[in-house]
């Protein structure tokens, strides 16, 4: 009889478990919904001031905000910067840098920036947002004199 009643526990856990879900199993991976270029963030969230599709060889600094779905701990977002100054669709390196998700939760925004030494070169630039080492999502965008 105790026997019966220990299979009996078991299986009831066991359908709990599949029916329920588990925590584990039942959490989105961690994806890129969005990369919005700005020259501005809100101070705490990183969130995005304005969108832009265009910078002035002018600008100081940009961001590149990633909007990542489900982060979990020690999710790794990787941001690879580079440039086709010919337009030519011949991207070469220019910058790159990550974030490691200290924390698990449903939506984050990753701010990543890129900075004129003096100025920018006119052309097209290209961000490329990668989750744990894989491409995610990416971004051109444009910089005029």
């Keep these: 009889m105790k026997f019966r009643a220990s299979a009996w526990l078991i299986c009831l856990l066991l359908a709990a478990f599949l029916l329920g879900g ?10 890129v919904l969005s990369i919005t270029m700005t020259d501005q963030i809100k101070e705490g ?6 969108t832009l599709e265009s910078f002035p060889t002018s600008a100081k600094l940009l961001y590149a905000v990633a909007l990542v779905k489900s982060p979990r701990q020690g999710t790794k ?12 669709g011949a991207f070469k390196p220019v ?3 990550s974030v490691t998700f200290p924390k698990a939760g449903k939506q984050n925004y990753v701010a990543f920036s890129l900075k004129a030494v003096t100025t920018f070169n006119p052309g097209t630039y290209k ?8 491409p995610a999502r990416d971004l051109t965008f444009k910089i005029t004199q």
């Design 22 to 31: 588990c925590s584990l199993l039942a959490q989105d991976p961690p994806s």
């Design 45 to 50: 969230t990183m969130e995005p001031v304005r």
């Design 77 to 88: 977002v990787d941001a690879e910067w580079s440039f086709d100054q010919e337009d030519s």
């Design 95 to 97: 910058d790159g840098s």
């Design 127 to 134: 961000v490329t947002i990668l989750l744990d080492g894989k």
